[in-house]
C-alpha cells in the first residue's frame, strides 16, 4: 500500500513539473482547474502584470495587462471586498493610462479601506493631468488629512490652487508645508 501511495505521488510530481516551466505556466494551467479560486485569479493577474512590467514590446505589454484586468475582475466577482485585487485592478487601469477606469477602480478601493492613502493621490494625479484641478483637489486634501509629513502633495496642492487664482490657499498650503518640513525648498 505504501508502495502504490509512492508510485501514485510520484507519478502526479513528475505531471506537474511540465506546469512548473514558468510562473505564468503553473497559473494559467491552475485557473482552469481552480476557476473559482479568489486567489488564483489574483496571482495570475499580479504575475501578468509584472511580466508586463519586463516585456519590451508595448502591444505584448498591453494584452498581459488586459488579461490580468480579466483575472482581477474574476477574484472580485467571487469576492467583492478583495482588496488586493481592487487595488491591483486600479492600478493596472492606471498602466493601462485608462484613467476614468482607473479613478472609478481606486474609488471602489477608497471604500474597502478608507485610511490606505495611495488611492487619494492617484486620482488626483489622473484628474490634474486632465486638467480638472477642481476634481483633483479634494483628493489631495483628503491625502493631506491622512498622511500630513508628505511635502511634494502640499507642493502639489498649493501649485493646483496658484494656477487657479487662489492665492490665498496656495500660501496657506506652503506655509503648512513648511510647518512640516522646515528644510524643504518649493514651499
Given at each position: 500500500v505504501f508502495?502504490?501511495?509512492?508510485?501514485?505521488?510520484?507519478?502526479?510530481t513528475i505531471a506537474r513539473n511540465a506546469q512548473w516551466k514558468t510562473y505564468?505556466?503553473?497559473?494559467?494551467?491552475?485557473?482552469?482547474?481552480?476557476?473559482?479560486?479568489?486567489?488564483?485569479?489574483?496571482?495570475?493577474?499580479t504575475r501578468l502584470v509584472l511580466e508586463s512590467l519586463q516585456e519590451k514590446s508595448i502591444d505584448k505589454q498591453r494584452k498581459l495587462r488586459e488579461e490580468a484586468i480579466i483575472h482581477y475582475k474574476k477574484a472580485l466577482e467571487i469576492?467583492?471586498?478583495?482588496?488586493?485585487?481592487?487595488?491591483?485592478?486600479?492600478?493596472?487601469?492606471?498602466?493601462?493610462?485608462?484613467?476614468?477606469n482607473a479613478i472609478?477602480?481606486?474609488?471602489?478601493?477608497?471604500i474597502l479601506d478608507s485610511l490606505f492613502t495611495y488611492p487619494y493621490i492617484q486620482i488626483a494625479l489622473i484628474y490634474e493631468s486632465k486638467n480638472q484641478p477642481n476634481n483633483a483637489?479634494?483628493?489631495?486634501?483628503?491625502?493631506?488629512q491622512l498622511n500630513p509629513g508628505d511635502v511634494q502633495v502640499y507642493f502639489n496642492l498649493s501649485s493646483l490652487y496658484f494656477k487657479?487664482?487662489?492665492?490665498?490657499?496656495?500660501?496657506?498650503?506652503n506655509l503648512k508645508a513648511i510647518e512640516m518640513a522646515p528644510g524643504a525648498y518649493d514651499p
Open positions: 508502495s502504490l501511495v509512492i508510485v501514485f505521488f510520484s507519478v502526479k505564468l505556466t503553473l497559473y494559467r494551467h491552475d485557473v482552469k482547474e481552480f476557476d473559482n479560486s479568489v486567489q488564483i485569479h489574483n496571482l495570475l493577474a469576492y467583492p471586498g478583495f482588496f488586493n485585487a481592487q487595488y491591483d485592478l486600479a492600478r493596472t487601469y492606471r498602466l493601462l493610462d485608462e484613467g476614468e472609478h477602480e481606486y474609488k471602489k478601493t477608497i483637489i479634494p483628493y489631495y486634501e483628503k491625502f493631506l487657479q487664482g487662489d492665492f490665498d490657499n496656495a500660501i496657506k498650503t
